[in-house]
T-cell receptor
Framework: AQSVTQLGSHVSVSEGALVLLRCNYSSSVPPYLFWYVQYPNQGLQLLLKYTTGATLVKGINGFEAEFKKSETSFHLTKPSAHMSDAAEYFCAVRNSGYSTLTFGKGTMLLVSP | DAEITQSPRHKITETGRQVTLACHQTWNHNNMFWYRQDLGHGLRLIHYSYGVQDTNKGEVSDGYSVSRSNTEDLPLTLESAASSQTSVYFC???????????FGPGTRLTVL
């Protein structure tokens, strides 16, 4: 079965600093990978996804992620954090042969002025 | 615009009562999912459906049931609510081609 590990339940950065949220997955087949963002009291919103093709994926709000098969990683980055980026971020992998997703436990991004 | 809605947004109930949470999507997606979100656990899959009359158990299905009588709706029923089922519940939908899931706004359920 697929699994997802997000390193760090909380990550703190200063406004303008690099954002790096880590995600490692396990999958027996080429994975479909997703990053979602959740703002307080809201549902999850898709940031970006990797299915096939280019391994560097660009998403909304200036985020991007790189699929590295050799490292089984799909880390999320943004060059310069903004206060509005403060939210919880979830990495997910599509389960092989199914349309279900397995989610990581989430990383709360805190942005200080 | 297509959307996915959940009702009620907040619900307080008592232990032992039957509770039904509604989920309605206008994406015309075949696949629908129910998750619960708890601190420290992320999102965990409760039940899912790939189409009308199809339902499947997820990771944490005990105490929950779903039924799919049409494409648009997947209600989640707690047969006899327990305090351990206090959580935030999210409904989602997808189709096989698009692959990503679209989420509703959530229902916060408190079982006293």
């Amino acid at each position: 079965a697929q699994s997802v590990t997000q390193l760090g339940s909380h990550v703190s950065v200063s406004e303008g600093a690099l954002v790096l949220l880590r995600c490692n997955y396990s999958s027996s087949v080429p994975p479909y990978l997703f990053w979602y963002v959740q703002y307080p009291n809201q549902g999850l919103q898709l940031l970006l996804k990797y299915t096939t093709g280019a391994t560097l994926v660009k998403g909304i709000n200036g985020f991007e992620a790189e699929f590295k098969k050799s490292e089984t990683s799909f880390h999320l980055t943004k060059p310069s954090a903004h206060m509005s980026d403060a939210a919880e971020y979830f990495c997910a992998v599509r389960n092989s042969g199914y349309s279900t997703l397995t989610f990581g436990k989430g990383t709360m991004l805190l942005v200080s002025p | 615009d297509a959307e996915i809605t959940q009702s009620p947004r907040h619900k307080i109930t008592e232990t032992g009562r039957q509770v039904t949470l509604a989920c309605h999507q206008t994406w015309n997606h075949n696949n629908m999912f129910w998750y619960r979100q708890d601190l420290g656990h992320g999102l965990r899959l409760i039940h899912y459906s790939y189409g009308v009359q199809d339902t499947n158990k997820g990771e944490v299905s005990d105490g929950y049931s779903v039924s799919r009588s049409n494409t648009e709706d997947l209600p989640l029923t707690l047969e006899s609510a327990a305090s351990s089922q206090t959580s935030v519940y999210f409904c989602a939908s997808s189709d096989s081609l698009v692959k990503e899931q679209f989420f509703g706004p959530g229902t916060r359920l408190t079982v006293l």
